[in-house]
Nanobody, 119 residues
Framework: QVQLVESGGGLVQPGGSLRLSCAAS????????MGWYRQAPGKQRELVAA???????NYVDSVKGRFAISRDNAKNTVYLQMNSLKPEDTAVYYC?????????????WGQGTQVTVSS
């Protein structure tokens, strides 16, 4: 089992910044990718950003140029730096870890952290 603990959410004004952190613990081997998803009220959960164990990244178009994902493999921690935040970024943000063992993929999720962008 892998446990994910998120931190860093909160209330911020439009144009502001927040940094989310997600620390993985437990059986943290063969984690291929870590990422951040978000879910706004009445909407489906969507991938925001992901980073592979090798450092390759991908972002949803709406956050490109504003968000940056990074990973500290030694600490089993992934970060999401969010700049120039907009009201439409308001959502619960969930950390995700993809583990592959003997060819089988398993996804782990954090408990979620609320990000609210409002004046």
């Amino acid at each position: 089992q892998v446990q994910l603990v998120e931190s860093g959410g909160g209330l911020v004004q439009p144009g502001g910044s927040l940094r989310l952190s997600c620390a993985a613990s437990g059986r943290v081997f063969n984690i291929k990718s870590m990422g951040w998803y978000r879910q706004a009220p009445g909407k489906q959960r969507e991938l925001v950003a992901a980073i592979s164990s090798g450092g390759s990244t991908n972002y949803v178009d709406s956050v490109k140029g504003r968000f940056a994902i990074s990973r500290d493999n030694a600490k089993n921690t992934v970060y999401l730096q969010m700049n120039s935040l907009k009201p439409e970024d308001t959502a619960v943000y969930y950390c995700n870890a993809e583990q592959v063992v003997f060819g089988l993929r398993r996804d782990y999720w954090g408990q979620g952290t609320q990000v609210t962008v409002s004046s």
